[in-house]
């Protein structure tokens, strides 16, 4: 259909500017009550939910209501975010944005940069969703709205741990919490509480993470949001590795990778496999580690998530580098730490750098090694790193001046494997 369809012109004509509202505001409310987010897994109902936006976006256009278009521009953004289509969906929030503001609609031009935020952090344009953060939160707060106030904190938050800045991450999730109990928005509270998971995980609180999966799940099932239950069943398999219980996380991860197939959530596929690959590292299985990183590194080189894609990167460096091909490893690192730079991602790049300063370790070249561990050192200085974190970069800090390096490299990748640990959306 193109613009000027005649036989949609005339059904745009039947049904008059009031008909086509209330239709736009049927498929707002069908599409609102599937619960989609933003790096959500995918399935059959993001498929509907882009039809039904496109159908929307068609009949839109054949009318001269610039109000009736930027809802349509909205729909389209959204259900293209909650598909992982990050990129395309940037032009339809800019046009939402800027029609909204053309016709005064402030509210929801604010309302519209929830989404706009997510899909710029998704694709690591971190600068970019801070200042459209600052732009809504401005008018969030002159206006006394708290819904879409702990939304904004939901984004930001979820902004915070993808830059590796879990502690502030993790207040702003906790702030979401307080607006989403007191508004009593219980689909909100189990996104929420799943964010919270990940946080109390990313910050070593193993036990309040499992509380807050419970409760996300929980509360997903009693409104039936398929695809965060699914979610936060993915999360809890990594959960499990964390807790130390490996031979259940990899039974879980195969489980869920499975699900995420079926359901054609692709992103999610190359979460698993990036997943398993981080175990086998961690049990000191390199050759079972390498071909889940390099599938991973496969499927996201043909997304625009950026940083899932150079950790794939990082991973399949250190089982390249246990395995004795250093060399390989070497070329893949500097590949993963162009990608990391690319982001901005300090902690991931000093992380690269201690693994380059194993490889030379391993082949004798401890010049370059001890640069390599002191020009991470210092990145981490200014580092709100605790915990088990906190004591691998100190050992890896000293680890470099020890005079037997076979031993040494060997003892610096374990470090590295440690600070390593690292989980995703």
Known sequence: MTRFDPYLRAYVESRGDSGLRTEIASVWQSIRGTNLYSGGPRSSQ????????????????Q???????????????????????????LDYYLKAIALFENSGSGEEAART??????????????????EVARVAEQWFLANNHFSG????????????????QHQIGLQYHLKARVLFEQLQDWP?????????????????????????????????????????????????????????????SLGSFKIVRELFVNSGSSHHVNLCDLDVAEIYLHILQPASALPFAKRAVEGFSKTVTRYEHAKAL?????????????????????????????????????????????LRLARGDSAKARLLAAQANIQFQNMDIQGGRADSVSRLGTM????????????????????????RR
């Open 149 to 164: 106030l702990a939304k904004l904190y939901t984004n930001i938050g979820n902004l915070n741990y993808r830059r590796e």
């Open 188 to 248: 909100a509270l189990a996104m929420c509480s799943l964010n919270l998971a990940n946080g109390f995980g990313f910050t070593e609180q193993l036990d309040e993470a499992e509380k807050m999966y419970k409760v996300s799940q929980e509360i997903g099932a009693r409104f039936k949001m398929t695809e965060l239950v699914l979610h936060a069943r993915y999360n809890k398999s990594y959960l499990l590795f964390l807790q130390g219980r490996y031979i259940e």
């Open 46 to 61: 993001t498929d509907q939910a882009i039809a039904r936006a496109l159908a929307a976006l068609k009949v839109a256009s």
């Open 314 to 358: 990082a991973f399949s460096a250190m089982a390249l580098a246990q395995l004795d091909r250093l060399e390989e490893a070497e070329q893949t690192a500097t590949s993963a730490r162009d990608m990391f730079e690319g982001e901005g991602n300090h902690f991931w790049i000093s992380i690269v750098d201690f693994c380059q300063a194993y």
């Open 113 to 130: 940069r929830l989404g706009h935020i997510a899909a710029l952090y998704m694709m690591g344009r971190y600068d970019e969703a801070i």
């Open 63 to 89: 009318t001269n209501d610039r109000g009736l278009l930027a809802e349509a521009c909205r729909l389209m953004a959204h259900t293209l975010n909650a598909d992982g289509q990050y990129e395309p969906s």
């Open 400 to 423: 470099v001046f020890e005079s037997n390096q076979l031993k040494t490299a060997a003892n610096c990748m374990a470090e590295v494997l440690k600070l390593a640990i690292n989980k």
